[in-house]
Nanobody, 121 residues
Framework: VQLQASGGGLVQPGGSLRLSCQRS????????IGWIRQAPGKERSRVSC????????YYADSVKGRFTISRDNAKNTVFLQMNSLTPEDTAIYYC???????????????WGQGTQVTVSS
């Protein structure tokens, strides 16, 4: 399985970005795709996850109400719509895949290459 993340960039505080994660390769029907981020000088942290089968979602408290994760199974793509961005959202965002939405990012075995999100005026 390969994951390709895209959509990062530079945005002003209060702005929006939409990240995409496209999956390729064979996988069973039941899996979770998530987003992990790592800010400069900080540990990786879980941001959001979505189940491929049920559509159930998870959001970190820091992004609830601002970020929305969605999926297009026909296109093997997961999206992360990020609104009301703040400088604290600046990080490299990685899409990950696993059987569940692990609380420890290190437990995910499949990672995309990461996309940089920078929120600055």
């Amino acid at each position: 399985v390969q994951l390709q993340a895209s959509g990062g960039g530079l945005v002003q505080p209060g702005g929006s970005l939409r990240l995409s994660c496209q999956r390729s390769g064979f996988i069973s029907d039941n899996y979770v795709i998530g987003w992990i981020r790592q800010a400069p000088g900080k540990e990786r942290s879980r941001v959001s996850c979505i189940s491929s089968s049920t559509g159930a979602t998870y959001y970190a408290d820091s992004v609830k109400g601002r970020f929305t994760i969605s999926r297009d199974n026909a296109k093997n793509t997961v999206f992360l719509q990020m609104n009301s961005l703040t400088p604290e959202d600046t990080a490299i965002y990685y899409c990950v895949l696993g059987p569940i939405c692990y609380s420890d990012p290190a437990d995910f075995r499949s990672w995309g290459q990461g996309t940089q999100v920078t929120v600055s005026s």
